[in-house]
């Protein structure tokens, strides 16, 4: 025993003497080629004293970025992550010049702009050093693991040690996508975890696949809510508007994912899936877990050691080897987007949306420095023994909006996100206990070409012709826009009339437009309740029969005094919602299993639309059109947006029944929770301890249906 330990420690100081040494050539190989970087005195010195200098200037710059760098990264916290990512090349190179300084003999110079590379290669060359000798040493991997997510070491209970689990979210990662990929071989981790094994033959399966259908808001604030919190209820779409509030709901903006988050806990009666011992880590919604990075529901709150939603950032930045290299990927990357957005120009490729502005840099964020910050959090969780992880990586489906679901932009960050579970996969293998690694995603994308380039309108200026508003110029000569028009004046039996002539209304009665993907929401804000199909027709005759026929709307949902919900199509299609189903799908064919279904819960949500639009969809190639200016779109019915997966480890039980379909986030969120008693992992609560300061929600007892969810 202790002479194992001093084998450990000479091991360690023999490693830390070699990346000193490897970083004092490369020290004296920068000052060779640097003209603005010396090393001796302008009267010249021996080799032996610029080696000597090299030598003490490595020491003390590594001893600095071991111990005052952290501590630089702790007080930049409040700085937004983009801005972090670019200063750490300065003050990397300000360590530079402060070890420089330090040197008794006075020796060595650098200007300010040359100390920046100097350092950077000098970080780069010291962690791939450590790296290389520790690759064949468990104990000296894992701790530098830990150093990495700058995780303490818990002392777990005694006793034979519960497996945990780890669900990664691959987010916008449709089923058909996941299997097209896992066939090119794209995928290899995937492909070896499903059996198909290598050029060396078939494997043996570890992982079963398994699709699941979304409800028709297929989006990440939905189906994330409804994993992690059991609940999808009153969530119609990515964005829409509350009439008892006044206000416009986005699942990304935190104030609205904090008061989603609490509404779900209110209705379900626990904390969420990650309650006792869980981590979230880069996801919309806590999930109950005590330990939170990068979660966007708790970032509005004060800054505290329980809701440290930025600490994931100095997790990661605290080691300066790994923002030098996230940060060089981040101007790569962006490097990259660009490239390949005037490639797509130049070659005119069909279809297209605008990739200017910034997206580039939102782009590089979320393919590499979110991706970087959350897989470091994660294998911090698992060194540590966290029992249920829970992490989201946002890059495919950031990717696949601008470049298409099937572009080979999205192909590469698919392999990306591969080596990222591979690398998961790897660190478990040290963790303190074994772990089950879950993936999964939240929707698909369906691929398409934009509402606004195929008709040159947009839905809200055909919301607005169809009312007798106002329309843009371009608008009214479009083929669409005229035709609304004339239905307008026939509805209304008034004579063709300039633009001038146009009936006015005030502000506060023109409707509201929001779009989420291929979904579109209306809503009238000087009503407070639901508008009927009566009370619409009788205010603008001629707006939704103008919507029902146009040819890029596939159909529309409005309430019915007469028959509750109505679902409206082309040429005078109209059925009543309650007489839908699979085999009676009326104006809902080719929308898939379980449009009906999906149509009629959103139909007694609190706050669905007046008017909710789906747009066409062509079943024969799976293609939608996009409300928002997206190739790759999720959020209503149609195509591959509503068709996720689920990958998960055969030892746990499967998913569903033989034959049987997985539908809704919600029975998803039971399967896992089911998967974690099957671990004798954390056990959610009815009543859960927890909640009641963090979570802000009021424990009040739930409804049956609710009790029906929690299972």
Not at 321 to 326: E, G, I, K, L, P
Not at 385 to 402: K, M, T
Not at 547 to 570: D, K, M, Q, T, Y
Not at 646 to 664: E, I, K, N, Y
Request: net charge positive.
């Amino acid at each position: 025993m202790l002479g194992g330990h001093w084998r450990r420690a000479a091991g360690q100081v023999g490693r830390s003497v070699a990346v000193w040494a490897v970083s004092t050539l490369t020290m004296l190989v920068l000052a060779g080629l640097l003209p603005d970087f010396q090393l001796q005195s302008p009267d010249g010195d021996s080799a032996t004293t610029i080696a000597v200098t090299a030598a003490f200037a490595a020491g003390a710059f590594g001893l600095l970025s071991a111990l005052v760098w952290p501590l630089l990264v702790r007080l930049l916290l409040l700085v937004p992550a983009l801005v972090l990512g670019l200063l750490v090349f300065f003050l990397n190179g300000a360590l530079l010049l402060v070890a420089l300084r330090l040197n008794p003999a006075e020796r060595g110079a650098v200007d300010p702009e040359t100390a920046v590379v100097v350092a950077a290669v000098m970080s780069a060359v010291a962690s791939a050093t450590g790296a290389a000798l520790a690759v064949r040493d468990d104990d000296a991997y894992r701790r530098r693991l830990y150093r990495l997510a700058d995780r303490r070491r818990r002392t777990l209970p005694p006793g034979p040690l519960t497996p945990g689990t780890v669900f990664v979210q691959l987010d916008g990662v449709g089923h058909d996508v996941l299997t097209a990929a896992v066939g090119r071989g794209l995928m290899p981790t995937v492909a070896r975890w499903l059996g198909h094994g290598s050029a060396a033959g078939p494997g043996r399966a570890t992982h079963r696949l398994t699709p699941w259908r979304t409800d028709w808001s297929s989006q990440t604030g939905a189906s994330q809510l409804g994993i992690l919190h059991g609940s999808t209820f009153d969530v119609p779409a990515f964005r829409w508007y509350e009439k008892d509030t006044q206000e416009v709901m986005v699942s990304n903006r935190p104030t609205s994912a904090a008061e989603l988050q609490r509404r779900a806990v209110e209705r379900t009666g626990d904390g969420g899936l990650l309650t006792v011992d869980g981590a979230s880590r880069g996801n919309l919604f806590s999930g109950g877990a005590d330990e939170q990075a990068l979660v966007l529901s708790i970032a509005t709150r004060r800054r505290s050691r329980e809701t440290r939603s930025r600490a994931g950032y100095f997790a990661y930045f605290s080691d300066p080897a790994n923002a030098v290299r996230t940060a060089l990927s981040f101007v790569a990357e962006t490097g990259r987007e660009m490239g390949q957005s005037t490639r797509a120009r130049m070659r005119k490729v069909r279809p297209r949306v605008s990739r200017g502005g910034l997206y580039p840099l939102v782009r590089a964020f979320a393919t590499v420095v979110e991706r970087d910050v959350v897989v470091a959090a994660v294998m911090g969780d698992l060194l540590a023994g966290r029992a249920a992880v829970y992490a989201d990586l946002v890059a495919y489906d950031e990717v696949a909006h601008h470049s298409g679901p099937t572009s080979r932009d999205a192909e590469k960050v698919l392999e990306r996100l591969d080596r990222s579970l591979a690398l998961i996969e790897k660190v478990a293998e040290h963790a303190p206990r074994p772990y089950r690694i879950v993936v999964l995603s939240d929707h698909g994308q369906s691929p398409g070409e934009t509402f606004h380039a195929r008709y040159g309108l947009t839905l809200g200026d055909l919301v607005r012709a169809g009312c007798g508003l106002p329309v843009p110029r371009r608008a009214r000569r479009t083929r669409s826009g005229t035709e609304a028009r004339a239905a307008v004046r026939a509805a209304l039996r008034i004579p063709v009339e300039e633009e001038h002539g146009q009936r006015r209304t005030s502000r506060r009665s023109e409707p509201i437009v929001l779009a989420s993907g291929n979904l579109g929401l209306i809503s009238f804000p000087d009503v407070r309740h639901r508008l009927s199909r009566e009370e619409i027709d009788a205010r603008h005759p001629a707006l939704l029969p103008t919507l029902a026929n146009h040819p890029g709307i596939g159909f529309l949902l409005v309430r019915s005094e007469e028959h509750g919900g109505v679902v409206l199509g082309a040429n005078g299609a109209e059925a009543p919602l309650d007489g839908l189903d699979d085999e009676h799908p009326g104006p809902l064919a080719g929308f898939g299993p379980g449009a009906a279904d999906a149509v009629r819960r959103t139909h007694s949500f609190p706050h669905t639309a007046d008017i909710m639009v789906n747009s066409f969809h062509d079943p024969a190639d799976g293609e939608v059109l996009a409300f928002e200016e997206q190739i790759g779109s999720h959020g209503g019915l149609g195509g591959c947006q509503g068709r996720p997966f689920l990958l998960s480890p055969l030892d746990l039980s499967a998913p569903v029944a033989d034959g049987t379909d997985l539908a809704g986030a919600e029975q998803v969120h039971r399967v896992l929770r089911r998967w974690l008693r099957e671990c004798n992992g954390p056990q959610v609560p009815l009543a859960a301890s927890r909640l009641t300061t963090r979570e802000a929600a009021p424990s009040a007892a739930p409804d049956q249906a609710a009790q029906d969810r929690i299972v």
